[in-house]
């Protein structure tokens, strides 16, 4: 019988050691743990604010950054950190935010906050669209984010606007384009040329 083979009293299974039951460390830190990475940058977004709240108290702030410090690798990996952070084009963005934390580690928690916070707008400024879409969604927040519904249309009447502006964005052919990009001056000549 299948069971039988399967469960076996009389054999004995080889006693495991107490380092088996370890997590792999080394490849939590290669690759990150989403679940720990996440309580870290509460942990950081909440004594940074509570520090913050508090009069700029430097301890609770060295904490705060701490844990981001700690935080954005464990929960996104340290390769992509790093490929995110050091691209050039964030350059000026890196910069501002490690000098922030760094003014903020020597003592000046406003100037470096200040600066921590126009590096973190600059390096993940473009996601905010994104999470705006995600909160729309939301059954709470998304009622709240688009406006009271009345009778099916949103209150104010906009959406009349909006209908008569993409109508008349419509009527207008990719021929008429065309038309618009021409030069006056080499229209004799048979050469065009679009301006962008």
């Given at each position: 019988d299948?069971?039988?083979?399967?469960?076996?009293?009389?054999?004995r299974k080889p006693k495991s050691s107490p380092l088996s039951n370890m997590p792999d460390v080394g490849g939590i830190l290669r690759n990150g743990n989403k679940k720990?990475?996440?309580?870290?940058?509460?942990?950081?977004?909440?004594f940074t604010m509570l520090g913050i709240s508090l009069f700029f108290n430097k301890t609770l702030m060295?904490?705060?950054?701490i844990l981001f410090i700690l935080g954005v690798p464990m929960t996104i990996g340290p390769g992509r950190t790093t490929g995110y952070f050091l691209q050039p084009k964030k350059s000026r963005a890196t910069g501002c935010l490690g000098l922030g934390i760094f003014l903020v580690f020597i003592?000046?928690?406003i100037v470096g906050i200040a600066l921590e916070i126009f590096g973190l707008l600059n390096l993940f400024g473009n996601m905010f669209p994104v999470f705006m879409v995600i909160l729309k969604q939301m059954p709470v927040v998304g009622s709240l984010l688009n406006g009271n519904k009345r009778n099916g249309?949103?209150?104010?009447?906009g959406n009349k606007s909006h209908n008569q502006a993409s109508k008349s964005a419509n009527k207008?052919?990719?021929?008429?384009?065309?038309e618009y990009y021409r030069d006056?001056?080499?229209?004799d000549s048979?050469?065009?040329?679009r301006y962008y």
């Open positions: 299948y069971r039988e083979r399967d469960y076996i009293p009389s054999a720990i990475g996440f309580m870290l940058l509460g942990g950081g977004l909440v060295r904490l705060g950054n003592g000046w928690p249309k949103k209150s104010g009447g207008y052919s990719y021929d008429d384009e065309e006056e001056d080499e229209e048979g050469y065009r040329e």
